[in-house]
């Protein structure tokens, strides 16, 4: 009996359930029977991504690097194509039947129900055809788009270009990307495509059978919109950027130019360069592959990757090293008999006076000095071996930030070359070498080799009295009005910093008095500290380096210039190192004393100036004569 009730209670709770449903499902019909209506004689209920438009790059002091052209793009849903006789679009498109039937089988391979891009950046006059005969198109539609405008075409390298997405960088977007999106390849459009892409929208409309759009889908509830990018304030300086471009037009080689304080890069140039408008449109892969074909290697970024030996510039490093481990103090002097000489090996020096100082073997480029200084730090007898002595020393050098990554906000930074000891293993066995067999890295030669950005970056740190903060091209982000600056790290050497004294004051003579002096005395209003250098090269002339910082207190700017096969520091580097200084320094850009200096860079100008050098020398000689320092007689090191 008891069972019975209990079968009961379920069928008439069932029935009142059916029951329900029912009801619901009549309320439903009845109430949105209108929309289903509607739906229904649309025919298509069309879902269009909105692609948002990207974030703008601007200038340290806010002038537009990159911004953004409205253009169209024509996209095509497969599944909605009821087209027999492609010839007239494809006339309209001004494209072959084959180059038609090519692109749509691609197309559908990626899908055959998403809309996706068939022809982007169509001009504005195929726009305005295709508008009028779309209900021709069905299953074809436009979709607005933007391109990367470059209002002022420098920085190449490093504001990068944007590109069509490829098959594996759609799987990995998990679902943001879909073919015909673009996204950063290279720059800071890659490094920063997060901060910049934006969010893409959507918008949901319905389409009659003529493919023409009647309307929003439900007052538009479902659609969402696109969310513009983060602007980009970046640390360039726009004028230092451009007038540092033209210095090296005609060149091979780079430029690097650091704000000391912040660790922000105010001009970074790699020569040659391109245009960076041609990497975006419809003849982009055209124009990137006749790039990567030129034997100049325009598309290489020589500032963050090409690596050459640093030269007499890395005497520096080891002047430093020297005071930090205790083996010279500023009065240690040497003598230098036209070279470095032990046993069979000769390291040769330019003809200078002898004995000299810290401070004097700095200003005159001493090769033999630093033979012996680099001797006494490998071999101190506090440590057990050969590769104690060395690794302390490699370590030291890295504390600079040379011979590894500083962390540059740009992709393919290379490391530079600071060998570790299994490598002269390799070369002499183990254990069966010593300082004598890699003597020339005390001059910055042999196996060593950095980037000019890390020269750049060291300098900064000699500015800076032992520190560095971590290089970079973005100082902020703008989003909606406000502005979040972005942190960087702070790298500390350990040295007392009383050290840097000697090496900064020797450097300060290097551009009046020193191997820098064949055009340094015409820049002594910026109290310019540098550093010439040469750097060998096995497959010609070698390349001409120079570092810098200016001035001498409170430091603004450092620099380093590395021009290829243009033999010593002080004949081209060195010069564009002082121009760069003084345009970001001076008012007058550049000052009338100094614009046959620019002649001589920028044309080639062989300056009337340049025959009086000697005499102009020999004043020079007699100003500094009561500072008892050594000059050289000549410009080479």
Request: net charge neutral; proline share 5%; glycine share 8%.
């Amino acid at each position: 009996m008891i069972i019975h009730k209990s079968r009961h209670k379920v069928v008439v709770f069932f029935i009142i359930f059916v029951g329900v449903v029912f009801f619901l499902r009549l309320f439903f019909l009845q109430v949105f029977a209108e929309k289903y209506k509607q739906f229904a004689e649309k025919n298509v209920l069309s879902r269009k991504i909105i692609k948002p438009p990207r974030g703008l790059i601007y200038d340290r002091n806010g002038k537009i690097l990159v911004s953004n052209a409205p253009v169209y793009d024509l996209m095509v849903i497969p599944a909605q194509l009821n087209l027999e006789d492609a010839s007239e679009l494809c006339d309209i498109l001004q494209i072959t039947k084959e180059e038609y039937e090519e692109k749509l089988s691609e197309i559908k391979k990626f899908s055959y129900r998403k809309p996706s891009i068939f022809i982007n950046n169509i001009p504005l006059e195929t726009y305005g055809i295709l508008q009028e005969r779309f209900y021709e198109f069905k299953g074809f539609f436009v979709q607005p788009e933007s391109i990367r405008k470059y209002p002022y075409e420098i920085a190449a390298h490093v504001l990068g270009y944007i590109g069509e997405v490829n098959k594996e960088e759609i799987e990995s977007s998990e679902g943001y990307y879909l073919q015909g999106h673009n996204i950063g390849k290279s720059g800071l459009e890659k490094v920063y495509e997060n901060e910049l892409r934006g969010v893409y929208g959507e918008k949901y409309v319905l389409m009659d059978v003529y493919n023409t759009e009647q309307g929003s889908y439900l007052d538009g509830e479902l659609d969402r919109p696109a969310v513009t990018g983060t602007n980009l304030l970046s640390s360039l300086d726009l004028e230092l950027q451009q007038y540092a471009e033209s210095l090296l037009k005609g060149k091979k080689g780079s430029i690097v130019a650091i704000e000391p304080e912040t660790g922000e890069i105010l001009a970074i140039v790699s020569s040659p360069s391109y245009n960076p408008s041609v990497l975006y449109g419809r003849d982009r892969s055209m124009n990137y592959n006749s790039l990567a074909a030129d034997p100049d290697n325009p598309l290489f970024n020589r500032a963050i990757t090409a690596m050459y030996p640093p030269g007499s510039t890395f005497k520096v490093a080891m002047a430093l090293i020297g005071l930090k481990e205790g083996v010279i103090a500023p009065s240690t002097a040497y003598s230098c008999p036209g070279g470095y000489y032990i046993g069979n090996l000769r390291i040769a020096c330019h003809a200078h006076a002898s004995p000299l100082n810290l401070k004097q073997s700095l200003t005159q480029s001493c090769n033999a000095y630093y033979c012996h200084v680099f001797r006494n730090v490998i071999d101190l007898n506090t440590f057990p071996s050969i590769y104690d002595g060395y690794n302390n020393w490699r370590n030291d050098v890295i504390e600079f930030g040379l011979g590894q990554k500083l962390g540059v906000d740009l992709f393919n930074e290379a490391k530079g070359i600071l060998p570790k000891t299994d490598r002269y293993d390799k070369i002499y066995g183990r254990n069966r070498w010593k300082s004598t067999n890699i003597l020339s890295l005390a001059i910055g030669q042999a196996e060593i080799s950095l980037t000019p950005l890390q020269l750049a970056n060291f300098s900064a740190a000699i500015a800076n009295r032992g520190y560095y903060i971590t290089p970079h091209l973005v100082k902020s982000y703008m989003d909606e009005g406000r502005q979040y600056g972005k942190k960087y790290e702070k790298h500390l050497i350990q040295m007392d910093t009383s050290k840097y004294r000697v090496v900064i004051d020797a450097m300060a003579n290097v551009p009046r008095i020193g191997t820098a002096i064949r055009y340094g005395p015409y820049f002594k209003a910026y109290q310019i500290c540098g550093k010439t250098g040469t750097a060998q090269n096995p497959h010609g002339e070698d390349h001409s380096v120079f570092i810098s910082f200016a001035p001498k207190y409170n430091p603004k700017i450092a620099v380093a210039a590395v021009i290829e096969n243009a033999g010593q520091g002080a004949h081209w580097a060195a010069p564009i190192c002082f121009l760069v200084t003084e345009y970001y320094l001076s008012e007058a850009k550049p000052s009338e004393g100094t614009r046959w200096i620019e002649d001589i860079i920028i044309k080639g100008v062989y300056h009337p100036k340049v025959i009086k050098r000697v005499d102009e020398i020999t004043i020079v000689q007699e100003e500094n004569a009561t500072e008892s320092e050594t000059i050289t007689d000549e410009n080479s090191e």
